[in-house]
Nanobody, 122 residues
Framework: QEQLVESGGGLVQAGGSLNLTCTAS????????MGWFRRTPGREHEFVAS????????YYGDSVKGRFTISRDNTKNTMYLQMNNLKPADTAVYFC???????????????WGQGTQVTVSS
């Protein structure tokens, strides 16, 4: 059974917006740090954003600061990534992750979703 399930990916024009959702199957994830990584073919996973257990602290990769916003709703076991002003360079598979640590900014992590494709056309 998949424990982290992403949704909301798709095709959008440059300058557009998408909102990714990650739904956790287990309530235990509400006590984990959660975040997003992305990967393009031939490249390593890139840190996108993360959020602490309570949602009070957030962290972003340099390439998305000011454009992406991460949030979570622990009552719904759900995390979100609002992506605005998308660029073709944002095209990637986006993965939801979770880890029983205070913060996430690097790999490895314990839990991964299956990924959702985001494609930004120029």
């Amino acid at each position: 059974q998949e424990q982290l399930v992403e949704s909301g990916g798709g095709l959008v024009q440059a300058g557009g917006s998408l909102n990714l959702t990650c739904t956790a199957s287990e309530p235990m994830f509400t006590s984990f740090a959660m975040g997003w990584f992305r990967r393009t073919p031939g490249r390593e996973h890139e840190f996108v954003a993360s959020i602490t257990e309570t949602g009070l602290n957030t962290y972003y990769g340099d390439s998305v600061k000011g454009r992406f916003t991460i949030s979570r709703d622990n009552t719904k076991n759900t995390m979100y990534l609002q992506m605005n002003n998308l660029k073709p360079a944002d095209t990637a598979v986006y993965f939801c992750v979770a880890n029983p640590t205070l913060i996430i900014t690097t790999l490895p992590v314990n839990y991964w979703g299956q990924g959702t494709q985001v494609t930004v056309s120029s």
